[in-house]
């Protein structure tokens, strides 16, 4: 019987052509960034973020159908002499129906930390 229900579950995550993703971005940096998520299959784009002490927190929904379609692109900037320069940019195939933690370090570098309920792939997750 475990087996089935285990067996359903994975079926549902896995074989479900929708997302409902909680993402959690987390700086875990002193200094000021902007950070962005784009959708390409679902044409979503998140308004830039804009983070400037340690440890805060932005928590975004991304809702729709076929979501791991295209690469998910993760964006960040770094600001210098107040202007926003581009740091880095990740590309990964999200799909699911859970959350996603992701920690900006002191490289303003998108770090994935913490996943569940969803598949992450082709990139670094």
């Not at 087996?3 to 994975?10: A, Q």
């Not at 002490?53 to 975004?60: A, L, S, Y």
């Not at 926003?84 to 930390?113: C, F, L, M, S």
């Amino acid at each position: 019987m475990c087996l089935l229900l285990f067996l359903v579950s994975i079926i549902y995550i896995f074989g479900s052509e929708c997302c409902h993703l909680t993402v959690k971005i987390r700086s875990l940096t002193d200094k000021p960034f902007l950070f962005q998520i784009i959708v390409p299959a679902i044409r979503k784009k998140t308004n830039l973020l804009k983070f400037t002490k340690r440890n805060e927190e932005r928590i975004t929904v991304i809702k729709g159908e076929n979501c791991n379609a295209q690469h998910w692109i993760f964006r960040t900037w770094r600001y210098e002499d107040d202007k926003p320069i581009p740091v880095h940019e990740n590309r990964v195939k999200i799909e699911g129906t859970g959350y996603y933690q992701i920690n900006i370090w002191d490289d303003v570098r998108v770090h994935g930390a913490d996943r569940d309920s969803i598949f992450c792939s082709e990139g670094i997750c």
